[in-house]
Nanobody, 123 residues
Framework: QLQLVESGGGLVQPGGSLRLSCTTSGFTSDFYSVAWFRQVAGKEREGVSCVSISDGKTTYEDAVKGRFTISRDNSKSTVDLQMNNLKPEDTGTYYC????????????????WGQGTQVTVSS
């Protein structure tokens, strides 16, 4: 059974950093992608970043380029999102998602989701 478990959210001041981690289990091949999405109340889930597990290619939403870094550790089946220089608009519930195929920042591409972790950027 495919499972995703997130960790690492919290409260941070503007300009601070957080690292989110997603542990995956149940995939039988490396041809899948893992992405991070952010959701705020009343809005659709927004793609933040994605990594292809097989070749490590990455994709970022324009608003986070240069501040966020997605990385994978295939030996541990984890995908981390390092978030630096956080801004109040980065606040939301962050979800890890995975599915077979290439990277995408469109939430309907992904059929498997974690439970979410809250990130709040506030002074």
């Amino acid at each position: 059974q495919l499972q995703l478990v997130e960790s690492g959210g919290g409260l941070v001041q503007p300009g601070g950093s957080l690292r989110l981690s997603c542990t995956t289990s149940g995939f039988t091949s490396d041809f899948y992608s893992v992405a991070w999405f952010r959701q705020v109340a009343g809005k659709e889930r927004e793609g933040v970043s994605c990594v292809s597990i097989s070749d490590g290619k990455t994709t970022y939403e324009d608003a986070v380029k240069g501040r966020f870094t997605i990385s994978r550790d295939n030996s541990k089946s984890t995908v981390d999102l390092q978030m630096n220089n956080l801004k109040p608009e980065d606040t939301g519930t962050y979800y890890c998602a995975a599915d077979e195929g290439r990277c995408s920042l469109w939430h309907r591409t992904f059929g498997f989701w974690g439970q979410g972790t809250q990130v709040t950027v506030s002074s």
